[in-house]
């Protein structure tokens, strides 16, 4: 069974800068994209990032030059780097597994098999 567990979430001041963890487990991911969502009270869920099993990244023009998606498939961990944080970035963020799916569609929850429960970020101003 596959286990996405997300850590590194916190308070942070407009500005500052947070990286995120989604540690998995249960099956080798070296051939899996995965992707990072958010989602801010009363709001639907958010593409944030994603990364296919080649290293490409894909990004919403909303955090594109502030926020970077990397993987390490050794440790079956992806990251995310949130640099100039703004109040608007403030939400629960969910880190999620995809098989056989590549480019744009990475945007799009519904092809997304295996969520993580999510990591609280706030940011105050």
């Known amino acids: 069974q596959v286990q996405l567990v997300e850590s590194g979430g916190g308070l942070v001041q407009v500005g500052g800068s947070l990286r995120l963890s989604c540690a998995a487990s249960?099956?080798?991911?070296?051939?899996?994209?995965r992707g990072w969502f958010r989602q801010a009270p009363g709001k639907e869920r958010e593409f944030v990032a994603a990364?296919?099993?080649?290293?490409?990244?894909y990004y919403p023009d909303s955090v594109k030059g502030r926020i970077t998606i990397s993987r390490d498939n050794a440790k079956n961990t992806v990251y995310l780097q949130m640099n100039s944080l703004k109040p608007e970035d403030t939400a629960v963020y969910y880190c999620?597994?995809?098989?056989?799916?590549?480019?744009?569609?990475?945007?799009?929850?519904?092809?997304?098999?295996?969520w993580g429960l999510g990591t609280q970020v706030t940011v105050a101003s």
């Open positions: 249960g099956r080798a991911f070296s051939s899996y994209s």
């Open positions: 999620a597994v995809s098989f056989g799916v590549d480019g744009i569609r990475l945007s799009d929850p519904n092809v997304y098999g295996s």
């Open positions: 990364i296919n099993w080649s290293g490409s990244t």
